[in-house]
């Protein structure tokens, strides 16, 4: 493996993307180290604190606030909320989360196939060319929601990168994990959906990350979850269990930190979603990948959903013919999208 990874950065050199290639190489090798480490956290952390933060981290270089301190502010202000679970994950009639994830993804012309997993901890989650979904229940909203998240979020930008002629779009630039959850998590915001149960989980995740970092115990940060910050006791264990996993992975430090930055570049008209959906790429990137724009070896994006066209021009070759669906459209007539 590390033959192989000595030979990718000797062929990086060649590239005419070769900083792009370096950098993802740099990252890959913590990430194969950690891999080897995993359920052993003092070699853990430290590595996953480099990869995704700790939450101790200033949300902006010119802000002295720091994403613990945004997270903070968010329960603070954020009411305790709870939609009524009525979707199931699939069926043979009726409206289920698989065949919104389906509709969507013709909505943008993706040709992709869903999967209930009954294993799946987290409530869905891609591959290249699958949406894998939990066996439960979901919200209406919470439907549409990870519907938008993960089809034209995650998978927009995966089938985009793939049409690329540098295959580091398809495999992802550094830091690419965390800013393409904050493109997902602004899509969200965009299309309506960030109600106060999501922003709270992305605060209450920040929270756990920061605290398991810090050496707080699992059931010290569980029950601080729920005395302080009023989260149910299995949502608090839930919480906890993804930012204490395999040792203190907790890559769900990058939610809440990259979508409050995503979201500031776009306002601040320094890109736009149809650049951040060019590919699996970073705000780290955008230098590199303008310059490779300019010399004709990036091209614009192929598929992209109008909840990223409205936010500004995305150039020629972009489908999306009709408007995303309402909500009420959307859990009703599944054809209509």
């Given amino acids: 493996m590390w033959r192989e990874l000595a030979r990718a950065r000797e062929l990086a050199a060649d590239s005419e993307a070769s900083d792009l290639y370096l950098q993802r190489l740099e990252e890959l090798e913590t990430e194969l180290l950690l891999l080897e480490s995993l359920g052993r956290s003092k070699q853990v952390r430290p590595m996953a604190a480099r990869l ?71 409530n869905a989650a891609v591959g290249e060319r699958t949406v894998f979904i939990a066996d439960r229940f979901f919200g209406a909203h919470e439907a549409q929601r990870l519907a938008t998240h993960e089809v034209y979020g995650h998978l927009v930008s995966g089938f985009n990168g793939r049409t690329q002629a540098l295959g580091v779009f398809a495999i992802g630039t550094a830091g690419s994990y965390g800013d393409q959850e904050g493109v997902a998590i602004y899509l969200e915001e965009i299309a309506g959906l960030l109600g106060p149960c999501r922003k709270r989980t992305l605060a209450g995740r920040l929270l756990a990350t920061h ?24 949502g608090a264990v839930t919480l906890c269990e993804r930012a204490f996993r395999a040792g203190g992975v907790a890559r769900d430090a990058v939610y809440l930190t990259s979508w409050l930055r995503v979201r500031r570049a776009v306002a601040a008209r320094e890109t736009n979603l149809g650049e951040l959906q060019l590919g699996k790429v970073s705000l780290g990137a955008l230098p590199e990948l303008r310059r490779l724009a300019r010399e004709g070896l990036v091209t614009q994006p192929i598929y992209l959903s109008n909840l990223a066209r409205s936010l500004g021009k995305t150039g020629a070759g972009t489908r999306s013919p009709t408007s995303p669906p309402s909500l009420a459209t959307s859990l009703t007539r599944l054809d209509a999208t």
């Fill in 52 to 122: 995704f933060g700790t939450g101790a981290e200033r949300v902006f270089a010119d802000v002295e606030h720091t994403v613990l301190d945004a997270a903070h502010e968010i329960l603070a202000h954020t009411p305790v909320d709870q939609e009524p679970q009525t979707i199931p994950a699939a069926s043979s009639d009726g409206v289920n989360l698989r065949d919104l994830m389906l509709a969507y993804a013709k909505h943008v012309g993706l040709h992709i196939a869903v999967r209930v997993d009954p294993d799946l901890i987290a």
């Fill in 211 to 234: 605290a398991m970092h810090a050496g707080v115990s699992f059931g010290d940060t569980a029950r601080t979850l729920v005395s302080e910050h009023d989260f149910s006791p299995a």
